[in-house]
């Protein structure tokens, strides 16, 4: 699950980790009494939405008057800002971040993620500040700095002082950057996050670290442990289809292709998308109804794999504890409920596999049953014009 930065930064201060002060604001009136109650003659106001790039996609900027707050607030929100994370349609800005201004001497970058090849959530920082991390590893790898920190002990003081000694900070700076890191850590782990990064992380003109930016996300599989935290879910910033889907206990992703895809396991997701590639065509989505559906989740699920990009759906179904007769009759039944106008391609395997087929083939709808997972992916292919 991803937060707001205002909402990672308020997680952070519970931790210790400073943050410039700021106000949340819904319109340029909030904005605004922001901007009076944090003081001083410098703020900034930035557009809270789920995705980076905001920066140089004009979505944080330097306010010197309360005129200043108030015009952007009311160019911010409700406009749709475009970033490279958001895709061409951009994401609607519903609230924006009025914050101090901060006297910056230097920009840095920190970040914490699981390293799954050694099973180690593992600390970056970089001098290169304020650019993204993917450019660095790119470009100048040898600028991102590396501590593993082992689960038996945790983060230990020399690593963090190793890693500042690297960004090239001396007395107080070091203190600041080993306390913040601690903060950081604790937090990372406390909270089940899953990414925690800070870019930029700056050192101020009294050399003090501060968090100027905050992104983190929580593995959703621990969020029941978690309820401060899902206080914090958005689904205004979602794919509501996802959204739907959630609510009924089904795992849907959207992706860019057109063909539609409804599966059951992770593992049959992955390689039908796969092999839908091996054949020249693309996943416009996949659905996953796991092990246990019923009749009217599969239906529903169905329902959800049909949107404006789909030009064929690819039902591929290898039936244990989800049998194939309960996903023929949802998909019947979804089928004429929706009045399907795109090519079908079913494959099913497994538990109850000839009631289900006869189900599908007795329906008197224009159903394609495919022989194996590659007839599948062929037909879908086919179907959507790429062969």
């Known amino acids: 699950m991803n937060i707001h930065e205002y909402q990672a930064k308020e997680v952070l201060r519970s931790y210790g980790v400073p943050t410039p002060e700021g106000r949340p604001a819904f319109n340029a009136d909030e904005a605004v009494q922001a901007a009076d109650e944090l003081g001083g003659d410098l703020w900034v106001v930035k557009a809270q939405i789920h995705a980076g790039g905001r920066g140089k996609a004009g979505g944080v900027q330097l306010c010197r008057s309360k005129d200043d707050i108030r015009a952007v607030a009311d160019r911010l929100l409700g406009s749709r800002l475009v970033t490279h994370q958001t895709g061409a349609d951009g994401q609607e800005v519903r609230r924006i971040y009025v914050e101090s201004g901060v006297d910056i001497a230097r920009e840095l970058y920190l970040g914490l993620v699981l390293d799954r090849e050694r099973s180690q959530?593992?600390?970056?920082?970089?001098?290169?500040?304020?650019?993204?991390?993917?450019?660095?590893?790119?470009?100048?790898?040898?600028?991102?700095?590396?501590?593993?920190?082992?689960?038996?002990?945790?983060?230990?003081?020399?690593?963090?002082?190793?890693?500042?000694?690297a960004l090239g900070l001396s007395g107080k700076s070091v203190r600041s950057f080993v306390k913040v890191l601690g903060g950081l850590t604790r937090a990372y782990h406390d909270k089940d996050a899953s990414l925690m990064e800070i870019n930029p992380l700056v050192v101020t003109g009294a050399d003090d670290i501060v968090a100027l930016d905050a992104k983190i996300n929580f593995d959703g599989n621990a969020l029941f442990r978690h309820k401060d935290i899902q206080e914090y879910r958005d689904v205004n910033e979602e794919d509501p289809l996802e959204v739907r889907a959630n609510d009924l206990g089904l795992n849907y992703i959207k992706l860019d292709g057109n063909v539609g895809c409804m599966v059951n396991g992770a593992g049959l997701a992955m390689a039908t998308m796969d092999i839908l590639d091996t054949c020249g065509a693309q996943p416009a989505n996949f659905l996953d109804v796991g092990g246990g559906a019923s009749k009217e989740m599969v239906t529903e699920a169905f329902k959800i794999l049909v949107d404006d990009n789909v030009a064929a759906?690819?039902?591929?179904?290898?039936?244990?504890?989800?049998?194939?007769?309960?996903?023929?009759?949802?998909?019947?039944?979804?089928?004429?409920?929706?009045?399907?106008?795109?090519?079908?391609?079913?494959?099913?395997?497994?538990?109850?596999?000839?009631?289900?087929?006869?189900?599908?083939?007795?329906?008197?709808?224009?159903?394609?049953?495919?022989?194996?997972?590659?007839?599948?992916?062929?037909?879908?292919?086919?179907a959507v014009g790429r062969l």
């Open 313 to 382: 759906i690819f039902v591929n179904i290898f039936g244990g504890i989800m049998k194939c007769d309960v996903i023929a009759e949802g998909i019947v039944a979804a089928a004429a409920e929706v009045g399907l106008a795109v090519p079908l391609i079913v494959r099913l395997e497994g538990t109850n596999v000839e009631r289900g087929r006869d189900i599908l083939a007795n329906s008197g709808l224009a159903i394609t049953p495919a022989k194996s997972m590659k007839d599948g992916a062929q037909l879908a292919a086919e």
């Open 121 to 165: 959530v593992v600390v970056m920082a970089s001098r290169e500040g304020g650019v993204e991390i993917e450019t660095v590893a790119e470009e100048t790898p040898e600028l991102i700095h590396k501590e593993w920190i082992d689960p038996a002990v945790g983060l230990q003081g020399f690593q963090a002082r190793r890693l500042a000694f």
